[in-house]
């Protein structure tokens, strides 16, 4: 009986289905990769880190003016201190070497604010008094705040805003509000004249109704 043998697959065929296998992989490869690497992905990236560099997430910190515990009118390093108008600072410094001859010494609990750490805080007083006239009794807007320009310390400890409700005119130092008797700004004036009449709260304040 006669036998047929079967016909050889050739190695071109073979080739070529190796070949077309490759490139099935190659393309795939290359969408992947360009998927990866879209324009949105791209510049969703770019903004995150743009966000990052800026500080646009998280609470203040003191390069707004937040205060750590402890810090007095002498701090080099804080922001809230040292942005502090020229003279409100020197005033203060000279108050506190007079003070401290009575064992007392002039704690910052806040002095200059961040525009943005202003209205957080107004944002908060809003929440807790629950209204924004009751809030602008405490807390003014910062186009309007004197903190925000340096010209305002609130200090500590009652000892020292006791001492300073009682020498403070010697100093220019005055208190401007009668609900606040932590807030001191610079009154040159007063050296001579005393103190102007306080402010019932800053909503009386000419300033805060610009």
Known sequence: ???????????????????????????????WVVCSWSPESSTASTASAHMSRQGHHGPPGA?????????????????????????????????????????????????????????????????????EDEAARWVATAETSPHVSGDAVDLGRSAATAWLSEHGAEHGLCQIYENEPWHYELRPEATDHGCPRRYADPTQDPRTRQ
């Open 63 to 131: 390069a707004d003016g937040v205060v750590p515990d402890g810090v007095t009118v002498f701090d080099d390093t804080t922001p809230a201190v040292t942005r502090l108008d020229p003279d409100l600072l020197k005033a203060l410094r000279r108050a506190a070497t007079a003070a401290a001859d009575d064992g007392l010494a002039f704690h910052v609990n806040s002095g200059w604010r961040s525009p943005s750490y202003q209205n957080r805080l107004l944002r908060e007083a809003v929440a807790k008094y629950g209204s």
């Open 1 to 31: 009986m006669h036998r047929t043998t079967p016909t050889a697959r050739t190695p071109g065929r073979r080739t070529y289905l190796l070949a077309v296998a490759g490139l099935a992989v190659v393309i795939a490869a290359i969408t």
